[in-house]
């Protein structure tokens, strides 16, 4: 009875899923798929809204079509190779840089007719650091992707378990102090990136090397160093993560994180009182990291696309978005420098190079809006392109030699208990069938 009920339901949800299916690829044109981030967005007050503001703006009905994805790479496969038709997606800048160089963007309609057209209110600052993703000269990368946030990489530490004094350098990381308390993202771009600046920093120093092509430019050299350094603080590494570092530190159990800016905030937030956390940017640099809009090659409703991507950019959707994420927006008008000047925070940051000029003494949250002099030794993060291989292999190589010496024993001890406990059960096998043989035997001579 219970089988039979349960193959009705299936059939039912089957009949009604695929009705949907069809109504949705029947009135896909006025369908809007979207392909972003989990946790990325403000549902209520931003995506929820879409439909309408698009109605009053265009005179166009459209339904908006939602999806997640949790890491760069299994979107750009589903693009690349499944051909999926998403009319808008959120990739991170080297998977833009990558996707443009293969042809599989198409350029944002930005006639938005008597819609004002926001993507304007992008920082400068994010437009130049974009334009550095362009495959030739011959591009403008504004055409192909409008920005939606940023932030920056560092080290997040517990000021009670960790010398403040010693954290402005990368060095840090090596420091034998902290054997098994450190927790590495498990993101080898991320690492490269910042780790490449500490291992050229005589370098950097002589002039003879600049942060933009060392974080753009990879070479066997390169990714030697930045390897030997990473297996130089094996023995600190407690673990690899890539995103419950967070909630690891708030608990107080992990000294420090290397972690992006936006994580960092939540841990300070979130940290319980006794737990205090603080995130800082080592004096050789980091890299800043954007993630943008863009429409890709197989895209079915690009107008609704263009206008979503418009809409984003509207700046009350920006702060409704970063209230929400964490993160934060590109955008940088009046309104958004209005929310990030918070009298109650003492120091004052000079944020001249988002706002522009008045913005020379901003009391702005330094972990969302770091100073100027911190961004200006900041580079963009690249795709590795024919060196993705090379890093793989590095990055597999220094995971894999990670484990310590008691990790290592007691793997050997597991596997000894499973071979002892084989072998037991063997010869407790073989017994038992011997004594069958011997009793079928004696039962045979009766």
Known sequence: MKKGFLFFFLLLSATFGFQSMNAVAADRAHTLKVYNWQDYIDMENVLDKFPEWYKEQTGEDVTVSYQVFDINENMLTQIEVGHEDYDVICPSEYIIERMLRNGLLLKINKDFGSTPDYTKLVAPFAVDKFQQMAPDSTYTVSDYTVGYMWGTTGILYNADLVDGSKMNTWGCLQDPAYKNRILMKDAFRDVYSVVVLYCYKDEIAAG?????????????????????????????????????????????????????????????????????????????????????????????????????????????????????????????????????????????????????????????????????????????????????????????????????????????????????????QTINKRRQRALQNKHHKNHNRK
Request: charge should be negative.
């Open 208 to 424: 003879t090397e600049t942060r933009d092509d060392l974080v753009a430019r990879v070479t066997p050299e390169r990714i030697k160093r930045v390897e030997d350094f990473l297996l130089g603080m094996k023995e600190n590494i407690a673990g690899w993560e890539v995103d419950f570092g967070k909630e690891e530190m708030t608990k107080g159990k992990t000294w420090m994180d290397l972690i992006w800016s936006g994580d960092a905030q939540w841990a300070i937030d979130e940290a319980p009182e006794g737990v205090n956390l603080e995130y800082i940017i080592p004096e050789e640099g980091s890299n800043v990291w954007f993630d943008g809009w863009c429409i890709p090659k197989y895209a079915q409703n690009t107008k609704a696309a263009s206008y979503f991507i418009n809409y984003m950019c509207m700046p009350q959707n920006a702060i409704y978005n970063m209230e929400e994420i964490g993160y934060v927006s590109v955008i940088a008008d009046s309104t958004i420098l209005a929310w990030a000047d918070d009298e109650e925070i003492e120091e004052t940051a000079d944020l001249t190079y988002f706002f522009g000029e008045g913005a020379e003494a901003i009391h702005a949250n330094q972990v969302f809006y770091p100073d100027k002099s911190i961004i200006d030794r900041c580079a963009l993060m690249h795709d590795c392109a024919d060196h993705t291989e090379a890093m793989l292999n590095m990055w597999n190589h220094v995971k894999g030699d990670s484990l310590n010496n008691t990790m290592i024993i007691i793997i050997c001890v597991i596997v000894a208990c499973i071979i002892v406990f084989a072998v037991i």
